[in-house]
């Protein structure tokens, strides 16, 4: 089993010290998390309590469930992700079911 949480809030950063800006990244998804966080436009909804809670409660169940997903922001970066993965495939069923024989 593992969990995927989201950003939960924590004071996890409260210390943190960050290298100045890269050009080469800053029209890249990392140089848009880093705006996001000295703007403090990077909105953190999770629960950390309740994440920690789940997981332990996770292991407790019976049959423990083999992912756990944390908070809305987990949720969809998850979903969006294995959908275009289908969508991916999807494009490619004809190609692979001609690939069998015939008959």
């Known amino acids: 089993m593992f969990s995927l949480p989201g950003p939960a809030r924590t004071n996890f950063a409260a210390g943190l010290v960050s290298a100045e800006p890269t050009d080469a990244y800053g029209n890249t ?4 998390m880093r705006r996001a ?3 403090g436009s990077f909105e953190v909804k999770g629960d950390a309590r309740k994440m920690a ?3 332990i409660a996770s292991v407790e169940q019976n049959t423990a ?3 756990l997903t944390f ?15 289908l ?5 490619q069923r004809d190609a692979a079911l001609s690939m069998d024989f015939d008959g």
């Open 29 to 32: 998804p990392v140089g848009d």
């Open 37 to 39: 966080f000295v703007e």
């Open 53 to 55: 809670e789940a997981m």
């Open 65 to 67: 469930p083999r992912r």
């Open 71 to 85: 908070g809305a922001a987990a949720y969809a970066s998850i979903s969006n992700a294995l959908r275009s993965r």
């Open 87 to 91: 969508a991916e495939l999807e494009d």
